[in-house]
Protein backbone atom coordinates (compact mmCIF):
# COMPACT_ATOMS: atom_id res chain seq x y z
CA UNK A 1 0.00 0.00 0.00
CA UNK A 2 1.50 3.23 -0.92
CA UNK A 3 0.18 7.15 0.39
CA UNK A 4 0.23 10.06 -1.54
CA UNK A 5 -1.01 13.27 -0.18
CA UNK A 6 -0.72 16.17 -2.19
CA UNK A 7 -0.34 19.80 -1.48
CA UNK A 8 -0.27 23.44 -2.66
CA UNK A 9 -3.13 23.82 -5.01
CA UNK A 10 -5.14 27.06 -4.41
CA UNK A 11 -6.81 30.16 -6.62
CA UNK A 12 -4.32 32.10 -8.17
CA UNK A 13 -4.46 34.72 -11.05
CA UNK A 14 -3.72 34.13 -15.15
CA UNK A 15 0.15 34.55 -15.66
CA UNK A 16 0.59 33.32 -11.60
CA UNK A 17 2.41 30.54 -9.95
CA UNK A 18 1.89 27.32 -7.73
CA UNK A 19 4.26 24.92 -7.07
CA UNK A 20 2.29 21.50 -5.96
CA UNK A 21 3.85 18.45 -4.03
CA UNK A 22 2.87 15.13 -3.49
CA UNK A 23 4.52 13.26 -0.26
CA UNK A 24 4.40 9.58 -0.69
CA UNK A 25 4.88 6.79 2.29
CA UNK A 26 4.76 2.95 1.71
CA UNK A 27 7.04 2.08 -0.61
CA UNK A 28 11.03 3.12 -1.61
CA UNK A 29 10.59 5.93 -2.83
CA UNK A 30 13.06 5.93 -5.44
CA UNK A 31 11.75 2.73 -7.30
CA UNK A 32 9.02 4.89 -8.32
CA UNK A 33 7.67 6.59 -11.45
CA UNK A 34 5.63 9.62 -10.61
CA UNK A 35 3.06 11.09 -12.40
CA UNK A 36 0.96 14.43 -11.98
CA UNK A 37 -2.73 13.84 -14.04
CA UNK A 38 -5.19 16.67 -13.80
CA UNK A 39 -9.67 16.96 -14.49
CA UNK A 40 -11.40 19.87 -15.14
CA UNK A 41 -15.04 19.66 -14.79
CA UNK A 42 -16.83 17.67 -17.40
CA UNK A 43 -13.83 16.86 -18.97
CA UNK A 44 -11.16 13.29 -18.56
CA UNK A 45 -8.78 13.00 -16.48
CA UNK A 46 -5.68 13.20 -18.17
CA UNK A 47 -1.57 13.10 -17.49
CA UNK A 48 -0.03 16.47 -17.02
CA UNK A 49 4.03 15.50 -16.33
CA UNK A 50 6.12 12.34 -15.40
CA UNK A 51 8.94 11.45 -14.02
CA UNK A 52 10.52 8.18 -13.35
CA UNK A 53 13.03 6.82 -11.44
CA UNK A 54 16.29 7.56 -13.20
CA UNK A 55 14.91 11.09 -13.65
CA UNK A 56 13.32 11.26 -17.28
CA UNK A 57 10.64 13.53 -17.51
CA UNK A 58 7.27 13.93 -19.86
CA UNK A 59 5.05 16.98 -20.18
CA UNK A 60 1.33 17.02 -21.98
CA UNK A 61 2.44 19.70 -25.37
CA UNK A 62 -0.33 22.00 -23.31
CA UNK A 63 2.09 22.37 -20.25
CA UNK A 64 5.43 22.16 -22.04
CA UNK A 65 8.15 25.26 -21.29
CA UNK A 66 5.28 26.17 -18.30
CA UNK A 67 5.54 22.99 -15.85
CA UNK A 68 8.61 21.48 -14.40
CA UNK A 69 7.99 17.84 -12.35
CA UNK A 70 10.81 17.25 -10.45
CA UNK A 71 11.35 14.77 -7.39
CA UNK A 72 13.08 14.85 -4.30
CA UNK A 73 14.00 10.89 -3.12
CA UNK A 74 15.16 11.96 0.18
CA UNK A 75 11.88 13.53 0.90
CA UNK A 76 9.63 10.96 -0.71
CA UNK A 77 8.29 13.95 -2.40
CA UNK A 78 7.45 14.66 -6.30
CA UNK A 79 6.69 18.45 -7.18
CA UNK A 80 4.65 20.21 -9.66
CA UNK A 81 5.97 23.68 -10.23
CA UNK A 82 3.31 25.63 -12.40
CA UNK A 83 4.40 28.92 -14.32
CA UNK A 84 2.24 31.09 -16.62
CA UNK A 85 -0.42 29.64 -15.19
CA UNK A 86 -3.89 30.13 -17.76
CA UNK A 87 -7.43 29.54 -16.93
CA UNK A 88 -7.59 26.17 -18.56
CA UNK A 89 -5.57 25.00 -16.04
CA UNK A 90 -8.33 24.89 -13.73
CA UNK A 91 -8.89 21.64 -12.83
CA UNK A 92 -8.14 18.76 -9.49
CA UNK A 93 -4.65 17.82 -9.64
CA UNK A 94 -3.73 14.03 -8.73
CA UNK A 95 -0.63 12.47 -8.16
CA UNK A 96 -0.20 9.08 -9.25
CA UNK A 97 2.46 6.42 -8.28
CA UNK A 98 3.35 3.42 -10.59
CA UNK A 99 6.31 0.71 -10.93
CA UNK A 100 6.78 -1.45 -13.72
CA UNK A 101 7.22 -4.24 -11.53
CA UNK A 102 3.74 -3.82 -10.29
CA UNK A 103 1.85 -4.25 -13.41
CA UNK A 104 -1.72 -2.79 -13.80
CA UNK A 105 -1.58 -1.73 -9.96
CA UNK A 106 -1.14 1.72 -8.90
CA UNK A 107 -2.13 4.53 -5.95
CA UNK A 108 -3.56 7.69 -6.54
CA UNK A 109 -3.75 10.69 -4.06
CA UNK A 110 -6.35 12.51 -3.31
CA UNK A 111 -6.06 15.24 -5.45
CA UNK A 112 -5.54 19.16 -4.70
CA UNK A 113 -7.71 22.04 -6.10
CA UNK A 114 -6.40 24.41 -8.50
CA UNK A 115 -8.38 27.13 -9.67
CA UNK A 116 -6.86 29.67 -12.32
CA UNK A 117 -9.14 33.05 -12.24
CA UNK A 118 -8.66 35.18 -15.44
Known amino acids: QVNLVESGGGLVQAGGSLRLSCAAS????????MFWYRQAPGKQRELVAAITSSGATHYADSVKGRFTISRDNAKSTVYLQMNSLKPEDTAVYYC????????????WGQGTQVTVSS
Open 26 to 33: GAIFGMND
Open 96 to 107: NVQRPSWGARQY
